[in-house]
């Protein structure tokens, strides 16, 4: 049997339920409603759903089916007041982290203080990496093409702040004053059309595609029992991936090329480095210092600007998410070794977003709203170059005035001699004539 791809949608009374079935034989469909469970039967295809609360077949309920997009529709009537079931669903799951304890679930303590507030030094000392820093040991089997998409070449045995100062070490002596110079002060010419581009998270609504569901319906399901250090680390660097991915949509005009995977890859310290992030300060910080470094425009204004789109994808919410979250998947999967990095860290992602509550990504979208990075934070000495630049350039300007009203003051000292000489020549031809006629 075959798991259909479906939708869930709702009004005040209904209960909207699409399911599209290509290869079913319609008058062979059976549905049964019983409860809170509902079924759906169609050669080859069967689905089983568990609601949170009951539905019921009535005289308004209905069902058809669309010939032209394959959907089954069911309408049907929801109780007004649910009843609860005392039964418990064990759905077929896999449990992370076992020395889990309930006070670390507490949604309330994701709040934008606790992510701005550094984490212990027991946690800075830790050596795992990995979604939410939940694998450890991992590459010890692991060949040496691997290490060419991430920058350090022994994770299992450097803690999280070694990582950390090695990554702005790395990244300060491979910043190149000339080529951020070059764009500040000669922007290239497409620059323009890069930051008035509007990329797809701009647009009003988002929906799953069918693709989309089928690379989901693979990952099956977890429930992911996650410290708050752990989950505070598991959002900071879903900032720091998605940033890569906001400036690689943006930077391409929303098309994808064979340095997609290449340039998301790089532009994320969490996928590069395995880095764990402390605050959301640190997090913005270290995205767009990378963006100045690495990839081909190095522009203020363009790694703040992604600043924005990280914002708005995160205030579109969960599906806008994993809709990046599901194209990296792709493009990582196309990308060899790169899809360890699917492993490590986006597919349980994609898994994770869906369980969260809004409240979480609203508090990402606060902090985005209430901190502003400035220059001097990235300690590439940005202002001190730019100060040497402008001055350089006006003594540029200052030489070529200087040496254009030489060239006009040189003009002028000309035509006054060769006027000099008209006039003295002039003089001449006069006393010639003079002499003729006293003769």
Known sequence: MLTPNFELDQTDDYLIIKIKARFANVNETEVDVNGTQVTFHSSPYYLRLNLPGEVEETDSSSGSYDWESYVF????????????????????IEVLNENYHDDDNDDSVIDCDFLQNPVSDDNTSCMKYGFANQTQNGFNNFSGEFFEIIEIKDPDNLNLGKRKSLQIASEISEFSDDHYLADLMTEPDELKDILNFKPFWYHTSFTLNDSHTDVLKTFGNKEYLLSKDDK??????????????????RTNLGEENSESPWMINKLSSTLSWFRSFE????????????????????????????LSDVRKVFENG???LLTCLLDIHKLFNSSEPRYVLNELYIKDYCIWIQQLN?????TIVKLFEENKINKGLLQLDLEELEVAAMSVEEDLELIKTELANNDNSNTIESKLE???????ESSLDSDDDEEESSE
């Not at 270290?286 to 600007?305: A, E, F, I, K, N």
């Open 358 to 362: 809004s409240t979480y990504f609203d």
């Open 279 to 306: 605050t959301f300060d640190e997090t913005v910080q270290s995205c767009v210092r990378r963006s100045l470094c690495y990839p081909l425009y190095r522009h203020w204004d363009l790694g703040t600007l992604v």
């Open 318 to 320: 969960c599906v806008c």
């Open 232 to 249: 505070k680390s598991a959002l900071l660097s879903l900032v720091d991936i998605m940033y890569a991915y906001c400036y690689c949509i």
């Open 418 to 424: 060769k006027l000099q000489i008209s006039s003295s």
């Open 73 to 92: 529709t069911f309408t049907l009537n929801k109780f007004l007041a649910p009843k609860k079931d005392s039964r418990t669903i064990n759905p077929s």
